[in-house]
């Protein structure tokens, strides 16, 4: 064999490991089955749902930094709101009612009458009082004030699967009152009714963990936009899984594996 013919050989076996490697990350030849399939929920305003917690350090999303699935970056939510029902209730006025003596000897003021039409009678003045003098101080010119800015809280970005949260979906956690915008998908979440939430970081989304979790969907995103995305990737097998309960093909997508 020549050095020309056993340097393409080199060249055809280079190019088929390039070849096979990134066939092993596509995935239209993922060997990892997808999860099993759950029903969808209902789609009201307020929903009981299974969530979880992801960052953009973790193994399976180095790859794409901290970018979610329509190109942009990933935002950790607000901090947690204290809601008003675990606050201590103050007791009103007029729940506990208390009678203060009135000190009357000390009143300047003249003696209650019938009240008359017909006759006036005098009323006696009481002992005159010192005035004191009120000096009227007139703001100075050029005074600058101070403007409080109030920030609406960040909206946290969140993975689902678009069939059932579609992508700009913004829904509110009842228990920390954050609110989140879904933005991203995944793998694990096809076929699922759970939600993925975003943190800064591993710590945050080790505390999280896994909890159910009563959510208020503040607005629906639009599913044919979100189709219309996701037909162009469907050679995913999660994506296509997707794709087909959004087309309304439920036995198809259940029984995809």
């Given at each position: 064999m020549t050095y020309?013919?056993?340097?393409?050989?080199a060249l055809i076996l280079l190019a088929a490991f390039i070849a096979i490697v990134l066939l092993t990350g596509c995935g239209t030849t993922h060997h990892t089955a997808l999860p099993a399939y759950e029903p969808p929920l209902a789609k009201t305003n307020f929903q009981q749902v299974r969530t979880t917690a992801y960052?953009?350090?973790e193994a399976d999303h180095r790859q794409y930094s901290n970018r979610n699935a329509l190109g942009g970056e990933l935002h950790a939510a607000g901090p947690a709101i204290h809601r008003a029902e675990v606050v201590t209730t103050a007791t009103l006025a007029y729940e506990a009612p208390r009678a203060i003596p009135v000190d009357e000897s000390g009143s300047y003021s003249p003696p209650l009458k019938r009240?008359?039409?017909?006759?006036?009678?005098?009323v006696t003045p009481g002992p005159k009082r010192a005035r004191r003098a009120t000096r009227v101080v007139k703001p100075a010119r050029n005074v600058k004030r101070a403007v409080a800015v109030v920030r609406s809280p960040q909206i946290g970005s969140a993975a689902a699967d678009w069939s059932r949260w579609p992508a700009g979906t913004v829904f509110r956690?009842?228990?920390?009152?954050?609110?989140?915008?879904?933005?991203?998908?995944?793998?694990?979440?096809?076929?699922r009714?759970?939600?993925?939430?975003?943190?800064?970081?591993?710590?945050e989304m080790n505390n999280w963990g896994a909890r159910e979790e009563t959510i208020e969907v503040v607005k629906w995103g639009d599913p044919d936009?979100?189709?219309?995305?996701?037909?162009?990737?469907?050679d995913y097998r999660h994506i296509k899984r997707?794709?087909?309960?959004?087309?309304?093909?439920?036995?198809e997508a259940a029984s995809l594996r």
């Open positions: 020309a013919e056993r340097r393409n050989l960052t953009h350090t009240f008359s039409m017909e006759e006036r009678e005098p956690l009842l228990s920390t009152g954050q609110n989140y915008r879904v933005e991203d998908y995944g793998w694990a979440l096809s076929g009714n759970t939600i993925d939430l975003y943190m800064a970081n591993q710590r936009e979100s189709l219309q995305f996701l037909r162009r990737h469907q997707m794709v087909l309960e959004l087309e309304g093909r439920h036995k």
